[in-house]
C-alpha cells in the first residue's frame, strides 16, 4: 500500500547504499525518488512537491545541508531527515538549526530509519491538528483549578493571615514549596524573610547547627560563627522540608524550640527570643510515623494546627492542560522557541500517571520544547520523551491501569479480603466491587 504523502526523495551518493534505502521504502509502501547528487537534488526540489526527504550530508561539492535549506524554502512543512557517517557537533547544530526533522548516523537500521520516516509521516498528517491551547491562564506560580485545588485555595486564604502553624503533606513533586510561599506571601509577614531548609539533606550530626547556629568553636571546623535558619528567618517565615526525615533524637529539641520561641546556638551559654513562623512540608505520612515509632506525637500536634494535603497530579482532573500551557509558555519565552502542543500531545500527556508529579510535568515540558520535532509537541513526541525518561521502550502506563495494578497488589496482600482491601485503599466496599467489575480483576 502507498503512503498517503505521494512521493520521498532520497539524495545519497553511494548506489549501493541508495539501492538498499529505496528497495526498503518501497517495501514499507513509499514511492520513492532518488538521485546521487545536490545538483540533481536541487532541480527536483524545484519541479516536485516532497513532503519527506532523505538526505545524506557529505555529497559532493554542495551538501546535505543545502538540500535541506531549498527543501525547507519550497515546502516550509517538509520534514527532511539527514544521514552521515562523519557526523560533528558543527553539523548536528547546523541540521537543527536548519529545521531538519531528524537525524541518522551511518551505518544505521533500516528499521530505524523507517521508524523516523514514519514519526516525519504522522506529524505531516497531523499538521493540520489545532494546537491545544488555553488562553487567560491565571498569572501565579500555583496553577490548578480541580475541586481539590480550589479547597485548598480557601484554606490557605484563612490560615495565610494568623500565626497558625501549618503542616503540609504531599507525595514529591506536588507543590509543597510553592504552598509554602503562598503562605508567607499572603500573610502579615510577606515583607520580612522566608527561608527554607530541606531537613532531609542535612546529616543529622549537623542539623543542630544547621537550624539553631553556632558559636565559633563549638565544634571541629566551626572557625566562625553561625546565624542558624531559625535566626535568620526572625520575624518572617522558616520552612522546614522533609520534616518527616528528622532524627527521632533531635525532635525533642525541635519541640522545645517550636514551644519555647527561642533558640540555643551550639556553644552559647545563653538562648535567644526569636520569632519565626513555621510551615513544615513531608512527603511521607506522619500519622502512620508516629504510629510506627519514628516522629514524636507531641511534635506532630504542634506542627499539625493546620494541615494541608497536596493531591497528586493524577488525582487533579483538568489541571494538567493549565499546567502544560504554562510551562509550554515559560520554556518558549527562555529559549526563544514556538513550539505547540497538539490535542493528541496533549491527551498522552493526559493519560500519563506522573509519578513525579508537576515537577516532573514540568522538566518534560522543558525537553519537549527544546527536542520536539519542527515544535510540534504531539503524541509521538511526547511517547517518546516518556520512554526515554524512564529508561525503557515498554508502553506507558495509564492512570487506569495504574488503579488495576494498585487494586491487584493489595487484594493479594489482603489475601483476598474484599473488606479488608477497601479500608487498605481507603474505599467503600461496594466502590471496591465496582472497580474490580470494571478492570475484569
Sequence with gaps: MESLLSRLLVVEDDASVRSNIVTCLELEGFAVDAVGSTREALIRLAQNYYPIVLSDIYIDERTGLDVLRAARENNSHCAVILMSGRGSMETVMAATRGGAFDYLAKPFDLDDMIEKIRRAEASLLEADEKEARIDDIPDTDMIGSSAGMVEIYKTLAQVAPTEATVLIEGETGTGKELIARMIHRHSRRS???????????????????????????????????????????????????????????????LLRVLQEKEIRPLGAARAKSIDVRVVAATNKNVRQLVEDGKFREDLWFRLDVVKVELPPLRERAGDLPLLVQKFQDRYNERYSRQSVTTKSGLAALDSYT????????????????????????????????????????APVETLEDAKAEQIKKVLAAANGNKSKAAKILGIERKTLYRLIDRFQL
Design 354 to 393: 506522573w509519578p513525579g508529579n508537576v515537577r516532573q510535568l514540568q522538566h518534560m515540558m522543558e525537553r519537549l520544547v527544546i527536542l520536539a520535532p519542527q515544535g510540534r509537541i504531539d503524541e509521538a513526541a511526547v511517547r517518546e520523551a516518556i520512554a526515554d525518561a524512564e529508561g525503557r521502550d
Design 191 to 253: 515583607d520580612k524573610p522566608f527561608v527554607p531548609v530541606d531537613c532531609g539533606s542535612i546529616p543529622p550530626s549537623l542539623l543542630e547547627s544547621e537550624l539553631f547556629g553556632a558559636l565559633k568553636g563549638a565544634f571541629t571546623g566551626a572557625d566562625r560563627d553561625r546565624v542558624g535558619v531559625f535566626e535568620a528567618a526572625h520575624t518572617g517565615t522558616v520552612f522546614l522540608d522533609e520534616i518527616g526525615d528528622i532524627d527521632l533524637n533531635f525532635q525533642a529539641k
